[in-house]
Nanobody, 124 residues
Framework: VQLQASGGGVVQAGGSLRLSCAAS???????MAWFRQAPGREREFVAY????????YYEDSVKGRFTISRDNAKNTVYLQMDSLKPEDTAVYYC???????????????????WGQGTLVTVSS
């Protein structure tokens, strides 16, 4: 399976963007997540949705502003980002795990597939 992230761009603070992660194969049972890497910083967890879609987790700073969703018919995962802040500026990566549920979705280790990243720039 290959993952293709898209939807990044430049937006003003307070604005919104929706990122997409399109898979080349069926991912309906996969755990899916978004990570991001800001300039000069390590990559960090942003959001996770289990294969059953029953479990979702968010990094504290994005709770209430970001929403991860999935359209299994389209083999696509989304990250809706609202009320964007300059500190959200980063390259965003999608990741997939063949297991339906991860006990620790916040760690990078164990994700089987990674997208190439899409740049989000939030101006103040």
């Amino acid at each position: 399976v290959q993952l293709q992230a898209s939807g990044g761009g430049v937006v003003q603070a307070g604005g919104s963007l929706r990122l997409s992660c399109a898979a080349s194969g069926r991912i309906s049972t996969y755990s899916m997540a978004w990570f991001r890497q800001a300039p000069g910083r390590e990559r960090e967890f942003v959001a996770y949705r289990s294969g059953s879609a029953r479990m979702t987790y968010y990094e504290d700073s994005v709770k209430g502003r970001f929403t991860i969703s999935r359209d299994n018919a389209k083999n696509t995962v989304y990250l809706q980002m609202d009320s964007l802040k300059p500190e959200d500026t980063a390259v965003y990566y999608c990741a997939g795990d063949r297991t339906s549920y991860r006990n620790n979705p916040r760690t990078e280790t164990g994700y089987d597939y990674w997208g190439q990243g899409t740049l989000v720039t939030v101006s103040s």
